[in-house]
């Protein structure tokens, strides 16, 4: 099982971005999926997490700027980020909950995505 996360870059101050995280192998459920980040000399944050009935929840820092959507039949998570700050500055990493063979559920990480937001 793997998750393939995209989308980062470089982006102005109040621009705007979308990552996309996509999920492979033998997977018979997806129980969560989420984006976390994790800035130079900080922990690691929860950004925003979706679980399979489409029940989201959000980092505090976020205050509706941000929006985690999914895709059930690609497997595929997304999140919109608007309104970005230079703070927002971070590697942001795709995790998911995954049913797998055996019907185990196991923790995922993809590798991380850099989003640069400059001043």
């Known amino acids: 099982v793997q998750l393939q996360a995209s989308g980062g870059g470089l982006v102005q101050a109040g621009g705007s971005l979308r990552l996309s995280c996509a999920a492979s192998?033998?997977?018979?459920?997806?129980?969560?999926m989420a984006w976390y980040r994790q800035a130079p000399g900080n922990q690691r944050e929860l950004v925003a997490r979706?679980?399979?009935?489409?029940?989201?929840n959000y980092g505090d820092f976020v205050k509706g700027r941000f929006t985690i959507s999914k895709d059930d039949a690609k497997k595929t998570v997304y999140i919109q980020m608007d309104s970005l700050k230079p703070e927002d500055t971070a590697v942001y990493y795709c995790?998911?909950?995954?049913?797998?063979?055996?019907?185990?559920?196991?923790?995922?990480w993809g590798q991380g995505t850099l989003v640069t937001v400059s001043s």
């Open positions: 979706i679980i399979s009935g489409g029940y989201a």
């Open positions: 192998g033998s997977i018979s459920g997806i129980h969560a």
């Open positions: 995790n998911a909950h995954l049913q797998t063979e055996g019907n185990i559920v196991r923790e995922y």
